[in-house]
């Protein structure tokens, strides 16, 4: 396996939606991986690719704040997002662990407004 980061091994992979970014991370530098490199089926990636141009639609960007049901299209997003990261555990079983990091800008949001 090629190393991705500067980390001496990587072991640790995190599932992370971000504007611009690929959807896995190492979880100890938390450098993002370029997704071509990493070890995962093609059909697979694109589910990720798929997902992450997903991520955000519950932001109002003009107001830096939510769009109506911004929570639960946040939530849902979540939900896809863990079962992605399942799919990747399993490919890349025994090699990696592999855990997923939620959005929380919507739940940030509504307590902000409290
Ligand atoms: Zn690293």
Redesign the pocket.
Known sequence: MIN????YE?HDLKVEADIGADAIW?N????NFDIEYVPISNELKSELFEWLSKYGEWIDWDTDGIVLNGAELEEEHNKQGLKLTEKVQKELEGKYKVSFSPSTYAKRCAAQKQ
Do not use: A, M, P
Not at 4 to 7: I, N, S, Y
């Open positions: 991705l980061c500067g980390c990587t190492c100890k530098c938390f450098s």
